[in-house]
């Protein structure tokens, strides 16, 4: 399974610019899956209902199924948050994996750079940064800079870069 990280300040537009990547290589025949790190605590539950009864009660998972998807959620409780690689390990294989965010992992990363923003470039301190999708020219840059508004181009690159594109 390839994988390819989609980095950058928060606001820089990385979600977006994913679900525009996602269509673009699914029309080139790849199976697709992505993963998101969030910095703040979340849950895809709501009180009152039994999956959210069941992880109170102390279950360690809980699956919830129905026709068109299910999801397995996975309480840590006294566990610490486990690393990218048994996170990646858990996911069923594709031929690419887009991760948003883990923006400190060692893996392959495309950076979103938007100059309105006013943050400094990652690439500066990543030797894993591999390009930067950027709004504006960047001279000076030691990466390809790709175009953030041509999607295309970027799915271009990553086939390219993850050797995907001679599928």
């Known amino acids: 399974m390839k994988v390819m990280g989609i980095v950058g300040w928060s606001g820089s537009g990385k979600t ?4 525009e990547l996602l269509p673009i290589l699914r029309e080139q025949g790849l199976t697709v899956s992505t993963m998101k790190h969030a910095h703040h605590p979340f849950d895809l539950d709501r009180p009152g209902k039994d999956s959210y009864r069941h992880r109170e009660a102390g279950a360690s998972e809980v699956m919830v199924a129905a026709a ?5 959620m996975h309480e840590y409780r006294e566990e610490a948050e486990p690393s990218i690689e048994a996170l990646i390990a ?9 991760i948003e965010g883990f ?13 309105s923003e006013g943050k400094p470039l990652l690439c500066a301190e990543d030797p894993d940064i591999v390009a930067v999708a950027s709004d504006t020219l960047l001279p000076g840059l030691k990466v390809p800079r790709l175009d953030l508004n041509d999607p295309k181009a970027i799915a271009g ?6 050797g995907l594109g001679g599928r």
């Open 16 to 19: 977006s610019l994913l679900v």
């Open 103 to 115: 923006k400190t992992h060692a893996h392959p990363k495309l950076e979103i750079h938007r100059e």
């Open 90 to 98: 858990r996911m069923t294989p594709v031929d690419l994996l887009l």
């Open 157 to 162: 690159f990553i086939l390219a870069h993850t």
């Open 68 to 72: 068109s998807r299910w999801v397995l």
